[in-house]
């Protein structure tokens, strides 16, 4: 990609300017935008949607999932304000480690306000006008440019935003590309991306006859009602036993649902909703790179049809969904992976499965690795981990472009290999690396440090007297 061409930078005036520019205000950008201006800094966050939240409000992602770590929830201080909030909200409705998407997105546009920080709406980052990089010292470095602004694609054109540190929460890397940094993408071997899902609720259901119908089938670790606690669960999964199977396997063989429904799918509770529901589903294994547009295009024009017949199935065989409806469908698609940016220190499967604890530790995590659609991925011989300390934990370093000298990644396009990634990319631990790169990036403007300068041990002490309760 030619990052210099498409734009016309001598034909845009300075419409907005920042010390810190966080681009996407998804679980990582909000978060870095917040933990930045809590930091003093002049913060500006730019959203290419009309909300902030990412794929936990638009793709309807939840819950949050957990690091499965002893005495959890080992978490970054802002995810304990959030999660402080969701609980304040609905009181005895509350369901552990989840949330109602809405409301997700309206508490991190408030912890915004209250924090100083200008939110940019509808705008996406388009363009990434480079400069010769500088050092601490102010000598001129062969090795490395720097960003000085970037073009935003607005309703009414291309808008210039200028900034001192950049921080790259896109989901996709999308600044960090412009910028011309190195990255990669897909499984080592046959370099496809996991499976993209279209997220979906249904409301207008009776959850006690669903919970009665679920019970009976006697796998609570599959079908269950919630009652005991954790919420109303269901799942069907290709290489996973479930009582729910033969449901789905007779709808499959009389033609009222296709057979890709059953290579994944999982229903989940929504607190506060009284009669509604959540699916993780559909998934398409077959429509990979959330980069291509066409992609994109068939993901939601097939989901859509999914999801439809999927209503006529539970409405068919499961009861409690006699006056069932479809009361949201994701507006952005559901994304695992993508681009994964080249930082100064990439995090490996070995480190994930070995459970490799760091200098500058600014998330720790025991969340499994979670490759959909991946095969032939590991040897037989895997470390045996650390019982003592039975979980790994993300470097400072995994957040430093490698590339561009004051630029920050944070979110799943961080410097992780693919299988590392699909373990880190659950939503708290992009809370804790969303909140690491902000405080980084107000450490550096306030001071002529680098990112890349900057000793990660400093960030994970900030993050601890900020509430982070790690070890």
Same mark, same amino acid.
């Given at each position: 990609m030619n990052r210099q061409d498409c734009i016309d930078w001598n034909g845009l005036e300075t419409y907005l300017s920042a010390e810190v520019i966080v681009c996407g205000g998804g679980s990582a950008g909000a978060f870095a935008a917040i933990a930045a201006a809590r930091e003093g800094a002049d913060v500006l966050l730019v959203e290419s949607q009309g909300y902030l939240g990412g794929s936990a409000v638009g793709a309807l992602v939840m819950p949050y999932m957990t690091v499965r770590v002893p005495g959890e929830p080992r978490c970054s201080g802002l995810h304990n304000e959030l999660d402080r909030r969701i609980r304040e909200y609905h009181g005895e409705k509350y369901i552990e480690n989840s949330f109602d998407p809405v409301l997700?997105?309206?508490?991190?546009?408030?912890?915004?306000?209250?924090?100083?920080? @200008?939110?940019?709406?509808?705008?996406?980052?388009?363009g990434a006008k480079m400069e010769e990089g500088m050092s601490m010292e102010g000598r001129e470095s062969a090795k490395k440019e720097r960003i000085c602004a970037v073009a935003v694609a607005c309703r009414d054109g291309i808008r210039k935003i200028e900034g001192k540190i950049f921080v790259d929460c896109t989901g996709d890397g999308s600044l960090s590309v412009l910028a011309g940094a190195r990255f990669e993408a897909g499984h080592?071997?046959?370099?496809?991306?996991?499976?993209?899902?279209?997220?979906?609720?249904?409301?207008?259901?009776?959850? %006690?006859?669903l919970g009665d119908f679920l019970d009976s089938l006697g796998d609570p670790d599959n079908a269950r009602s919630g009652r005991a606690g954790g919420g109303l669960f269901g799942c069907v999964v290709e290489k996973r036993d479930s009582a729910l199977k033969p449901v789905f396997r007779q709808a499959v063989a009389r033609? $009222?649902?296709?057979?890709?429904?059953?290579?994944?799918?999982?229903?989940?509770?929504?607190?506060?909703?009284?009669?509604?529901?959540?699916?993780?589903?559909?998934?398409?294994?077959?429509?990979?790179?959330?980069?291509?547009?066409?992609?994109?295009?068939q993901l939601q024009l097939r989901g859509r049809a999914f999801i439809y017949k999927e209503l006529q199935f539970y409405?068919?065989?499961?009861?409690?969904?006699?006056?069932?409806?479809?009361?949201?469908?994701s507006v952005v698609p559901g994304i695992r992976e993508s681009r994964r940016i080249?930082?100064?220190?990439?995090?490996?499967?070995?480190?994930?499965?070995?459970?490799?604890?760091?200098?500058?530790?600014?998330?720790?995590?025991?969340?499994?690795?979670?490759?959909? /659609? /991946?095969?032939?991925?590991? @040897?037989?011989?895997?470390?045996?981990?650390?019982? %003592?300390?039975?979980?790994?934990?993300?470097?400072? $370093?995994?957040?430093?472009?490698? $590339?561009?000298?004051?630029?920050?990644?944070?979110? @799943?396009?961080?410097?992780?290999d693919f299988v590392a990634q699909s373990s880190v990319r659950i939503q708290i631990c992009c809370h804790s690396m969303g909140e690491a790169a902000g405080i980084a990036a107000a450490m550096c403007a306030a001071s002529r440090f680098l990112p890349g300068q900057?000793?990660?041990?400093?960030?994970?002490?900030?993050?601890?007297?900020?509430?982070? $309760?790690?070890v």
């Open positions: 997700h997105g309206i508490f991190l546009e408030q912890m915004c306000r209250e924090n100083g920080v @200008r939110i940019l709406l509808h705008g996406c980052v388009c080592p071997k046959t370099k496809m991306n996991q499976p993209m899902s279209l997220r979906y609720f249904v409301d207008g259901v009776d959850k %006690e006859v033609g $009222d649902l296709w057979e890709q429904s059953m290579a994944y799918w999982t229903m989940f509770e929504i607190p506060g909703r009284k009669d509604g529901l959540a699916f993780n589903n559909p998934e398409f294994f077959d429509l990979t790179d959330a980069c291509d547009p066409l992609q994109l295009t409405k068919k065989y499961f009861k409690g969904f006699e006056n069932a409806y479809i009361s949201a469908v080249h930082t100064k220190y990439e995090l490996t499967a070995m480190d994930v499965l070995g459970q490799r604890k760091c200098r500058g530790c600014i998330s720790q995590c025991n969340y499994p690795v979670d490759v959909h /659609g /991946g095969e032939g991925l590991f @040897r037989e011989e895997l470390p045996k981990g650390d019982p %003592e300390k039975p979980w790994y934990e993300i470097p400072y $370093d995994c957040l430093v472009s490698a $590339d561009v000298e004051n630029l920050l990644v944070a979110g @799943r396009c961080i410097g992780a900057l000793d990660g041990e400093a960030v994970a002490g900030r993050m601890k007297e900020q509430g982070a $309760d790690f």
